[in-house]
């Protein structure tokens, strides 16, 4: 008598190991693994994001028979149930908006329409957006408190991740090809990077393993120093799920010393992100704090459009932006320290809103977040929760002279730094700060 088949969807968990939906199907019996290409649901990925997820669903399926189909998710998995004879379909559960609600409307077609079992798990986070409460019983809206009780539930909890399981493929299904990028009239902008990331399962844990022994020591010292390789780069495993927030967590807990507390509490900033976004799915789009909606943004157009085009070039003659700016274009990843500066001063220098800001590193992002992009962005602008105090302005100049005194990193990233061919600034920073300080008494009116 032949074992029970499962289908086991997958999303922002490319692992097998401590992948609690890949578990659950293995102890029923036979195992498809299929990812689907639904372009109609939710936000469609960014370049950077493509070339990430292909190369990571190569590498999977150089382990296990992965199918891949392209289609509405509903319609691919009642085709896979009918032509597998499945009886159930598994997943992680995700947490952006679309798949919040749209999973909930699968799981409904899977039970009733298509008639078989339908589960999800818990995967892409240490905690749930809603396990997480504070003494009202309601959510948080600020970090560090959040932080704290999520530490009081951790503690009490097993957080030891689980190895990959032995597991029952069911091989000769149909697969479709693994192309997202680049499309066909599109350049290889990313050429080269597969020397730069260690796309996969087996890159993400070397990742991990390498910086806790070598630079966990020295992460909260050194986190902010562009020109110095002290933060982990495991963004981008962590959003498609190559390594576990469990895995990461136990080994930085194992190997403990200086770093470990404050490296783990960026981990916790990346689940505050998602339990925000949970209980506020707008802040995707809209502004968290309402009165923003007052602040009095340039229109795109003039001058006002060039000075968005010279960011994304990375030629707004501020040299640690312009270093960020290219460091982001060349290698899909941009440090954090730089993020914060880039993305100060597109707001609030050039006063263009957060939105244009967001929809770029979306797209040129290796580790693009809808959780942590919004939130990122709206800490800075000043608009979101945990914000940053809107008055707080970087000064370029000031953050270059503080972290990167020697210029080491705008050196690498800005050949021309300290030549007459370097730009002009195009925006004087006294008066920038000027008018944007005023652009926040209206919303302060």
């Known amino acids: 008598m032949s074992k029970p088949l499962t289908i086991w969807w997958l999303r922002h968990d490319l692992r097998l190991a401590d992948n609690p939906a890949l578990r659950w199907a293995a102890e029923r019996g036979e195992v498809v693994p299929v990812y689907i290409n ?54 992680n559960r995700c947490y952006e908006p679309w798949a919040v609600e749209g999973d909930k409307d699968i799981k409904t077609t899977l039970r009733e329409a298509v008639g078989v079992e339908a589960h999800s798990f818990a995967g892409h986070l240490l905690l749930e957006p809603w396990e997480v409460k504070n003494g009202s019983g309601t959510e948080f809206k600020v970090f560090t408190p959040f932080w704290k009780a999520c530490l009081g539930l951790l503690a009490a909890r097993d957080m030891a991740p689980c190895p990959a399981p032995e597991v029952a493929w069911r091989e000769g299904i149909k697969s479709d090809d693994v192309r997202f990028y680049p499309s066909r009239n599109e350049p290889d902008w990313a050429a080269g990077w597969e020397k730069r990331w260690p796309v996969g399962e087996a890159g993400a844990m070397a990742v991990l393993q390498e910086f806790v022994t070598n630079r966990m020591a020295h992460y909260a010292e050194g986190r902010d120093l562009p020109a110095k390789a002290f933060t982990s780069k495991l963004s981008p495993h962590l959003h498609f799920g190559e390594i576990s927030p469990r895995q990461v967590w136990a080994v930085a807990q194992a190997h403990g010393g200086p770093g470990c507390a404050k490296f783990l509490s960026e981990v916790g900033w990346r689940e505050f992100c998602h339990h925000l976004l949970y209980h506020y799915p707008t802040m995707l ?161």
């Open 38 to 91: 639904d372009r109609q649901r939710g936000r469609r990925p960014g370049g950077a994001s493509l070339w990430w997820l292909q190369q990571s669903l190569r590498d999977l399926g150089g382990r296990i028979p992965l199918v891949v189909r392209h289609g509405p998710t509903d319609k691919v998995l009642a085709d896979l149930v009918a032509e597998t004879g499945a009886t159930a379909v598994c997943w």
């Open 285 to 445: 789009e809209q502004n968290w704090k309402g009165a923003f909606d007052a602040y009095p943004w340039r229109e795109l157009e003039g001058k006002a459009a060039a000075d968005l085009k010279a960011w994304t070039q990375g030629k707004t003659g501020y040299p640690l932006v312009d270093a960020g700016m290219r460091e982001l274009w060349h290698t899909g990843w941009m440090h954090n320290r730089v993020r914060m500066v880039t993305a100060s001063f597109l707001i609030k220098h050039l006063q263009i809103h957060w939105k244009e800001g967001e929809r770029w590193f979306w797209d040129t992002l290796v580790d693009a977040d809808a959780a942590n992009n919004a939130c990122g962005w709206q800490w800075v602008a000043g608009c979101g929760a945990d914000a940053a105090p809107y008055f707080r302005i970087f000064n370029p100049a000031t953050q270059a002279e503080k972290f990167d005194a020697q210029a080491e990193y705008i050196k690498t990233w800005v050949p021309e730094y300290g030549t007459a061919a370097y730009p002009k600034p195009i925006v004087n920073h006294e008066a920038a700060r000027a008018a944007a300080l005023a652009g926040y008494e209206v919303v302060k009116g």
